[in-house]
């Protein structure tokens, strides 16, 4: 497991891990799959992290980086040696991460949650509805202590230790694309519940009408329309409403990488920078990560907090 620990749990701290107060759920239309979905979510105990449990097959697959298996055009997790996966876990993973939800057990009957609106809105709609719980057990905390960087041709994400006085995750992220649509774009944030739901929960997944036949004939993409997407044809965006923000582009992207980096299981204190990147560097980028022991140590939230004053 690149030397991650099974057992990520810290001495005392005085921020504890939260689930669900009761369960909740919902049903919509699977992004790639298109097929109609029943998805659930469920308190959990203290410890128990997210994990997937696919209803149809009887299967759990953890929410872990080092259990993704797939990065084109969404993240897909599965397990050695077993075909059963669950894809497009970003969005639902973003919406725990940036509701600071620790545990939950996530029923779907088929292989990915709905898509909904294309964006993490949705689901922290439904976690607000259900309300979440103080658990007893105290919250994990991941420090970066040196930079780690993964690149591919222009692309790159990073993570570095937090600034002096600072306890969470900061993140800054930037795009580039030739369609004069989305063009370049940037956006940061210090990652908290607030900020969470107020900047990047609404941004929508996003297209280019050009490869949309072609992700199709790919097996890609089946369920995707102007309900759940934005779509760009060069200097025009589709969808008859237009955009939620200017640089909502930038945002999901930002969103995705939320969701991505919450598969580490934990909190995460470092800052965070990539540009022109994607679920695959994501992951590459926990992978590097925890492949150098003197890169990250688990430590206590509160003891954070002394030596950042």
């Known amino acids: 497991m690149d030397g991650l620990p099974r057992n990520l749990v810290p001495g005392p701290t005085n921020r504890r891990q939260r689930t669900l107060k009761a369960s909740i759920g919902c049903v919509g239309v699977g992004l790639h799959s298109g097929l109609r979905v029943n998805i659930t979510l469920q308190p959990a105990p203290p410890d128990h992290g997210i994990i997937f449990r696919r209803t149809d097959l009887g299967i759990d697959i953890p929410?872990?980086?080092?259990?993704?298996?797939?990065?084109?055009?969404?993240?897909?997790?599965?397990?050695?040696?077993a075909s059963a996966r669950i894809g497009t876990v970003e969005h639902l993973m973003a919406a725990l991460a940036g509701s600071a939800i620790d545990n939950v057990l996530v029923e779907v009957d088929g292989p990915e949650p709905p898509i909904l609106d294309g964006s993490a809105a949705p689901f922290v709609f439904l976690l607000d509805c259900a309300g979440t719980v103080e658990q007893s057990a105290p919250r994990p905390v991941i420090e970066v202590r040196r930079p780690v960087r993964v690149s591919d041709g222009a692309g790159f994400v990073e993570l570095r230790p937090a600034r002096p006085g600072d306890t969470g995750l900061d993140m800054a992220l930037s795009i580039e694309f030739?369609?004069?649509?989305?063009?370049?774009?940037?956006?940061s944030l210090g990652l908290t519940p607030e900020s969470f739901r107020q900047e990047l929960a609404h941004a929508r997944?996003?297209?280019?009408?050009?490869?949309?036949?072609?992700?199709?004939a790919a097996g890609f993409a089946q369920g995707g329309s102007l309900d759940n997407a934005v779509v760009v044809d060069q200097a025009r965006v589709l969808n008859p409403a237009g955009l939620r923000m200017p640089d909502e582009f930038a945002r999901h992207k930002l969103l995705d990488a939320v969701g991505d980096l919450a598969l580490v299981g934990a909190e995460l204190c470092g800052r965070f920078t990539a540009h022109r990147s994607g679920h695959a560097l994501n992951n590459r980028l926990l992978h590097a990560l925890f492949s150098d022991a003197a890169a990250w140590r688990v430590i206590?939230?509160?003891?954070?907090?002394v030596e950042a004053a």
């Open 300 to 305: 206590a939230a509160e003891q954070l907090s």
């Open 63 to 81: 929410a872990r980086f080092d259990h993704v298996v797939d990065t084109r055009l969404a993240t897909v997790l599965g397990l050695d040696g």
């Open 178 to 187: 030739d369609a004069p649509a989305i063009g370049r774009q940037a956006y």
């Open 205 to 216: 997944t996003f297209g280019l009408a050009e490869e949309i036949d072609q992700m199709r």
